[in-house]
């Protein structure tokens, strides 16, 4: 009980961490179009490419995290 209950505290912390960072880099990716671009209300990304990104781009992270173990049973 208490490895299963480690691994799942893990697994989910980084996984929370992740996916806080990933839509950090989003969100300053647009912030500074639109500074650059003169405070123009577009988006960077459609919805097809944000779709794109958050389930094509970030697989392989999301399986690494998933199939992790610090701590042997």
């Known amino acids: 009980l208490l490895w299963h209950g480690r691994n799942a505290y893990k697994r989910a912390a980084a996984l929370s ?4 960072h990933r ?3 989003i969100s300053i990716l ?5 500074i650059i671009f003169y405070n123009v209300a ?3 990304y459609n919805g097809y ?6 389930t094509v781009y970030t697989m392989l992270p999301v399986l690494c995290i998933i199939f992790d ?3 042997s049973e």
């Open 17 to 20: 961490q992740f996916v806080i």
């Open 23 to 25: 839509g950090l880099i």
């Open 30 to 34: 647009q912030m500074a179009f639109s």
């Open 42 to 44: 577009i988006p960077i």
């Open 49 to 54: 490419l944000m779709l794109g990104y958050t």
């Open 69 to 71: 173990e610090d701590v």
